[in-house]
């Protein structure tokens, strides 16, 4: 974390789509609750071949310790030796863990209430190992690495932050009845760390039968941790079932880097541009981010403007059924803080 | 009145004189073209009488599954369908040679009757020999698992109005089973995609659009991330999708499709997916309509012959009491008798099942209410023959 003259300095990836205007938004918020971050923007250009740009990115991350991005496309016009960009990122910054607070909003229509779900996804290898090659022509294998180290790391994080946040119960999600080795190795990792918190439950479900589990009874999980893709999965169903995309933040947290983003990744490419995008998720993110920062004033200040506009004043952008534009929910978040008589900037 | 094999002989005869033999699916749509709508469509090879019975393979299973495939057996027979049905048992035995397979009758009464309808297979934990399930797959060459999710109207669950198919690749993916540790503490797991077993799902997804009057087909993939695998299968989707343009093609990420499946359904129409992610869309889709209890489900295989089965549990702890629930499996049948093209009694026998759902006077436990599997068969016999 880089802190000179009170002031905290954190790169800025806009990335692509809806990226950029949400940032701008943040950036704009930030400026009137008068918060002392100042982002060092480093773009991203996602149609180039070479790795330049993304190192740039990555040193900048080094150099700041903290990141907010938005989303970068992944264009299937390349050839496949250019890889997935945030995925790079993940992996050159070993951000292992990525963490997602999935809740029911009272302000948010939806078929499932009382939803509390804490999802803690391996974030680095998997099946996101990006190790692929086609063997002879049109026979192609690509490759799933499950190792002790990560997989008790994860464990690890899943339960302390269980711990940490008062939280009962840990599930691990896996497919180890079919992949019999890399999920079986995963599951003898999460019970081996699960012996070392005996006041926290821990149990574990099958994947397949968690999603059908999850869009029947959400509420029955409290806390669930799993390999990559599966954490793919069952992020974008939890999403799904609180509300879509709009409206959970995410993070990824290593050693000794954190960024933060929007939890199901989106880049919304066929809404950008049109003042329709909901800033919930970003908010909430730089929010956390705001925490990570040791900022707790601040986050705890954005964070309630943000869900007073969601729940009582019920100013809702299109994805969750209302007809608000983007400006609209992020000019009534400032009007919010400034009611509660902080110091705030001109609008 | 013709019968439908001598029509369809004659038909054959046709196009063989004016275009010669064309291959596989260009003459079957020409088939179906040139004689019209009162053919009814055949699907892969499957040519059946339409005065006589046609013969099928039965495999009860175990646990609750002899009494839901007796439960299936007097529905069809309440509603006269031209069905004689070959029971066979299904447990692993070892050939010569040490290989594990399933016994030569029942491999012989399917190779022959190429219809099958299965109801659940225990899992053996430590018998020594794989699934039987795998076995099946492996013997017959079952290469797609289709599975059709529409809303019970009766069945309450919080999603309503879903109509879509999953389409899953069965044979390779996630699912080869090859993984080995590389070093102590790295384990190694590969996932295995070729082009013809892509090309192959992707034909067979098409087909059954286009058989079924659906309008869409969705290829399912993450071919960000896994830029070769899930790019070679999304290459060949779109190139089978050209000779489809009568059916729209559309691609979507697998986490975008979750996202917005758990939202809204009714944006989806048929699904086609490697195996892992039609492993777990399927069952979530079975999730949204009321669970592995209700959802049909079938196989097809590459030489002509299609197993149709209920893919829950052996529940062995309800095992013998009557207390069953045959919806899976009778609806598995209801989808084999639209697959021999048995449309008339397969919409009789459907429609009967979902009024005594709706009706909600005999229903079985995990459906919420407390009668008999015995008496809720009893009900849908009794539509069935109303229905006449």
């Known amino acids: 974390i880089v802190v000179y003259g009170g002031r905290h300095t954190v790169t800025l990836i806009p990335g692509d789509g809806i990226g950029p205007e949400l940032l701008n938004h943040v950036r704009e918020v930030f400026r009137f609750s008068c918060v002392p971050v100042d982002f060092e923007v480093v773009h991203v250009n996602s149609a180039l071949e070479t790795d330049d740009d993304m190192n740039n990115a990555i040193t900048a991350i080094r150099r700041n310790g903290v990141a907010l991005k938005g989303n970068i496309e992944t264009k299937h016009t390349l050839p496949a030796s250019v890889k997935s960009r945030n995925n790079v990122l993940r992996t050159s910054l070993d951000l292992y863990a990525n963490v997602m607070h999935c809740q029911s909003l009272p302000g948010v229509q939806t078929r499932h209430k009382n939803i509390d779900i804490m999802i803690i996804r391996e974030n680095t290898e998997g099946e996101y190992s990006s190790l692929e090659h086609e063997s002879v022509s049109g026979v192609v294998e690509s490759l799933k690495i499950i190792t002790r180290n990560n997989s008790l790391r994860i464990a690890e994080y899943a339960f302390q932050l269980a711990r940490d946040k008062g939280r009962r119960r840990v599930t691990a999600v896996h497919k180890a009845n079919i992949m019999k080795l890399g999920d079986g190795l995963f599951l003898q990792c999460c019970k081996e760390v699960a012996s070392g918190y005996p006041d926290i439950t821990f149990d574990s479900m099958i994947v397949d039968n968690t999603t059908m589990q999850l869009v029947s009874k959400p509420q029955q999980f409290d806390v669930m941790v799993m390999p990559n893709l599966y954490g793919n999965v069952v992020s974008n169903v939890c999403a799904g079932l609180v509300g879509g995309p709009g409206l959970v933040p995410g993070a990824n947290y290593g050693r000794d880097y954190a960024v933060f983003e929007t939890a199901t990744r989106n880049t919304g490419k066929s809404i950008a541009g049109r003042n329709i995008a909901n800033p919930t998720a970003l908010l909430l993110a730089s929010c956390m981010m705001l925490d990570h920062l040791e900022l707790n004033d601040h986050a705890t200040s954005i964070r309630n403007a943000v869900l007073t506009t969601m729940n009582e004043t019920r100013l809702h952008t299109a994805d969750i059924g209302g007809q608000g534009t983007t400006l609209e929910v992020v000019q009534s978040i400032m009007r919010i803080i400034q009611s509660k008589g902080q110091l705030t900037s001109e609008f | ?388």
């Open chain 2, 1 to 388: 009145m013709f019968s439908l094999v001598a029509v369809n002989h004659l038909a054959v005869k046709h196009c063989e004189q004016i275009f010669g033999i064309m291959a596989g699916s260009a003459w079957r749509s020409m088939l179906t073209q040139v004689v019209g709508g009162t053919v009814r469509r055949c699907t892969l090879n499957s040519v059946h009488l339409s005065k006589g019975m046609q013969t099928v393979t039965l495999i009860p299973g175990d646990g609750i599954g002899p009494e839901i495939s007796s439960a299936v057996v007097k529905i069809f027979q309440a509603a006269n369908a031209p069905v004689s049905w070959e029971e066979r048992n299904v447990t692993a035995i070892k050939g010569p040679g040490g290989r594990w397979m399933i016994p030569p009758d029942a491999k012989e009464s399917m190779d022959r009757s190429k219809i099958g309808l299965k109801g659940p297979l225990k899992t053996p934990i430590a018998a020594g020999h794989p699934s039987m399930n795998l076995l099946l797959r492996k013997t017959f060459d079952l290469y797609a698992n289709v599975r059709p999710c529409i809303s019970i109207e009766g069945y309450k669950t919080p999603y309503t109005d879903v109509d879509l198919v999953t389409i899953r690749e069965n044979t390779e993916g996630e699912y080869s089973g090859i993984e080995h540790q590389i070093v102590d503490g790295v384990v190694q797991s590969i996932k295995l995609i070729t082009e013809n077993a892509s090309r192959r799902i992707a034909e067979y997804a098409f087909e059954y659009a286009r058989n079924n009057q659906r309008s869409s087909v969705t290829a399912v993939h993450k071919a960000n991330i896994m830029r070769m695998s899930d790019g070679l299968f999304l290459r060949k989707c779109r190139e089978v999708a050209e000779s489809y343009k009568d059916i729209k093609f559309t691609e979507m990420y697998l986490d975008t499709v979750c996202l917005n499946m758990v939202q809204d359904p009714t944006q989806f129409d048929v699904l086609v997916m490697p195996n892992l992610y039609g492993d777990i869309l399927s069952d979530l889709c079975a999730g949204l309509i009321g669970g592995l209890g209700v959802t049909p489900s079938g196989n097809i295989g590459a030489n002509g012959v299609a197993i149709f089965e209920s893919v829950h549990g052996t529940a062995p702890d309800i095992a013998g009491l009557d207390l069953a629930n045959p919806t899976a499996l009778l609806l598995s049948g209801v989808m084999m008798l639209r697959h021999m093209g048995l449309h008339d009694h397969a919409h009789k026998i459907q429609k009967a099942c979902f009024d005594t759902i709706r009706e909600k006077k005999v229903l079985t436990k995990d459906l919420g209410g407390n009668s008999k599997c015995s008496e809720f068969t009893a009900d849908i016999c009794r539509r069935v023959q109303d229905l006449d």
